[in-house]
C-alpha cells in the first residue's frame, strides 16, 4: 500500500471518528437540555404549587444539578466553537461544582466532607496554576 493511500485511509477513519463524536456530543446536549427542562418544570413547580414545602436540601441539590446540566451543555458548545477541543478549565469548573453538591448532598460523614473539602482545594489550587502567568510562559 502507497504512502498516499494510508494517508487517505487514516484521514477517513480520523473523519468518521469524529463525526460519531460530533454526533454523540450532540446527542448528549440534547438530553442534557431535556433535564435541564425538567429541573426548571420542577422549580415552577415548586415556586407556584407549593410554596410553603420544606424541601431545603432536595432543592439545593436540584438547584445545583441544574447549573451542572448547564456547564455541560456550555462544554459541548464550546467545544464546537474552539474547534472540536474541549478546554481545561470547564472540567476543573464542573469538578468544583460537582464536589460542592456533594457535600451538600451527603454531609453526614465528617471524614468524608473534610477529603470532599480538600479535593475542592485542589481542584481550586490546580486552576490557579493553570491560569498563573509563569505557567503560561512556562517558566513553571
Not at 487517505?8 to 456530543?25: E, G, K, M, P, Y
Not at 414545602?53 to 464550546?78: D, G, P, T
Not at 460537582?98 to 451538600?104: D, G, S
Request: glycine share 2%; hydrophobic share 55%.
Amino acid at each position: 500500500m502507497s504512502q498516499q493511500n494510508k494517508n487517505n485511509w487514516q484521514d477517513l477513519r480520523i473523519t468518521l471518528l469524529q463525526f460519531a463524536l460530533n454526533i454523540a456530543l450532540i446527542l448528549l446536549a440534547i438530553s442534557l437540555c431535556a433535564l435541564l427542562g425538567k429541573e426548571i418544570i420542577f422549580f415552577i413547580q415548586v415556586s407556584i404549587f407549593n410554596p410553603e414545602l420544606e424541601i431545603h436540601y432536595e432543592l439545593l441539590e436540584r438547584i445545583l444539578n441544574f447549573f451542572l446540566y448547564f456547564e455541560f451543555i456550555a462544554m459541548v458548545v464550546k467545544y464546537f466553537k474552539e474547534d472540536y477541543h474541549f478546554p481545561i478549565r470547564y472540567f476543573l469548573y464542573i469538578g468544583i461544582t460537582a464536589m460542592i453538591r456533594l457535600i451538600i448532598v451527603y454531609h453526614e460523614n465528617p471524614v468524608n466532607t473534610l477529603l470532599y473539602s480538600f479535593s475542592i482545594l485542589v481542584l481550586i489550587v490546580s486552576f490557579y496554576i493553570m491560569n498563573s502567568s509563569t505557567a503560561r510562559k512556562g517558566k513553571l
